[in-house]
């Protein structure tokens, strides 16, 4: 770990309270994304900004355009996909109404009150409802964050299709190189979101989303 050109920062180091109480109250999944809200907090101490990325993220591009959309917001998020889902037997939208409209795997946040506020809000939720249990309405801390926009006027969602590239939302980014540079449409890539990657099953893009390879 020393070696990495990052600062880690343990979960211990968090001071959350009754910590060992919440790491048998959740399994792995659960517990790591319980804690992104107090994650967030402390570098917002330390930052004017703050960019959150899931570890299975790899930046493609240049993140102004990021930057660009946080401007005049509190904090920005993206949806799993904004265009609906064509119609099957096995999605149709299906996904959003289990696991909520935005994609936690990426968030970033302006050093303002009502980030705080908001981060406060979801990390109460995570504390005692981070469960993984979609048939019961929960789906780790992901499923709070799509009813955060009733509560916090100064979110902004981004429909920048380079932004949060999935398996999920294959469907509506088809990937193409133009002048050497990767583009979803007529926008730069900016960052692709490897969830679930398998590098034993290369076909795992299409048992996530809802179109054949072609």
Request: charged content about 25%; some cysteine; proline content about 7%.
């Amino acid at each position: 770990l020393p070696d990495l050109p990052a600062d880690i920062v343990f979960v211990q180091d968090l001071e959350i309270p009754s910590f060992t109480k919440l790491a048998f109250k959740y399994d792995i999944i659960e517990l790591s994304t319980a804690v992104k809200p107090l994650l967030a907090k402390r570098f917002l101490r330390e930052a004017d900004q703050v960019l959150f990325f899931d570890p299975d993220t790899y930046v493609i591009s240049d993140l102004g355009p990021i930057f660009e959309e946080l401007e005049g917001c509190d904090f920005l998020l993206t949806p799993h996909h904004v265009d609906p889902q064509p119609t099957s037997p096995e999605e149709s939208d299906l996904a959003m109404m289990r696991f909520g409209s935005f994609n936690l795997g990426f968030f970033a946040l302006n050093a303002t009150p009502e980030s705080n506020r908001f981060l406060d809000w979801w990390w109460e939720r995570c504390r005692d409802f981070n469960f993984m249990e979609s048939q019961f309405g929960l789906s780790t801390d992901q499923k709070w964050v799509t009813i955060a926009p009733c509560f916090f006027p100064g979110r902004r969602v981004s429909r920048n299709r380079g932004l949060n590239i999935a398996p999920w939302n294959s469907f509506e980014r088809r990937l193409s190189l133009v002048d050497g540079v990767l583009h979803v449409g007529d926008v730069p890539a900016v960052f692709y979101h490897f969830s679930n990657f398998d590098p034993d099953d290369l076909d795992y893009r299409n048992k996530r989303s809802s179109i054949e390879d072609d």
